[in-house]
């Protein structure tokens, strides 16, 4: 099974509206937490926001936030008021804390294109 | 602004050759990773140590693939015959792990290897 599914390849936005990108996950831990990167066309991996399983508030990093649902397994991530400049990929991924495993299971990301 | 510098950030070389890719993570950070990104595989953990010590290298192919730290300032990573199935964007991060502490991977420039 997957451990992180996203499941829009691709999303369009208009500038200024809101947009949320899908991430549903799968694990047996009860520790674990999530991330969302950003991937321009530049190439390089800019970490977003993170929300670690026991955290009972959603994180929020200015215009980004995270809208955790522990009981569905999701962390679905909110871009508010968007910008030409959020037009990348994005990735969710876990990392799984009881299994002492500490690196990254990323998803197969989305593609975020913001239309003027 | 510390970063993690990747070194080279590109590479084409022929089939059989030795390849090697050198990472500087953040100083004071104690664990580096080691992934790779194709279009078809998406982002996958090759290897990552703490404190220098491989922890997983379960993910990269032993007989061609291997991964060192030296020192605490640099890790490197191996290829040797390189194979065009290697071509690939070669990313290291690093991060400080501290417990169940959450914490960031910071992720390098990358290199994007082109073996031919």
């Known amino acids: 099974a997957q451990k992180i599914t996203q499941t829009q390849p691709g999303m369009f936005v208009q500038e200024k509206e809101a947009v949320t990108l899908d991430c549903t996950y799968d694990?047996?831990?009860?520790?674990?937490?999530l991330f969302w990167y950003k991937q321009p066309s530049s190439g390089e991996m800019i970490f977003l926001i993170y929300q670690g399983s026991y955290d009972e508030q959603n994180a929020t990093e200015g215009r980004y936030s995270l809208n955790f649902q522990k009981a569905r397994k999701s962390a679905n991530l909110v871009i508010s008021a968007s910008q030409l400049g959020d037009s990348a990929m994005y990735f969710c991924?876990?990392?799984?804390?009881?299994?002492?495993?500490?690196?990254?299971?990323f998803g197969s990301g989305t593609r975020l294109q913001v239309q003027p | 602004d510390a970063r993690v510098t990747q070194t080279p950030r590109h590479k084409v070389t022929e089939m059989g050759q030795e390849v090697t890719m050198r990472c500087q993570p953040i100083?004071?950070?104690?664990?580096v990773f080691w992934y790779r990104q194709t279009m078809m595989q998406g982002l996958e953990l090759l290897a990552y140590?703490?404190?220098?010590?491989?922890?997983?290298d379960s993910g990269m192919p032993k007989d061609r693939f291997s991964a060192e730290m030296p020192d605490a300032t640099l890790a490197t990573l191996k290829i040797q015959p390189s194979e065009p199935r290697d071509s690939a964007v070669y990313f290291c991060?690093?991060?400080?792990?501290?417990?169940?502490?959450?914490?960031?991977?910071?992720f390098g420039p990358g290199t994007r290897l082109t073996v031919t």
């Open positions: 694990t047996s831990d009860q520790s674990y937490g």
């Open positions: 991060a690093s991060g400080l792990v501290l417990g169940q502490s959450p914490y960031e991977q910071y």
């Open positions: 100083l004071g950070h104690n664990t």
């Open positions: 140590f703490r404190n220098r010590a491989p922890l997983d």
């Open positions: 991924a876990m990392r799984e804390g009881d299994t002492g495993r500490r690196a990254l299971t």
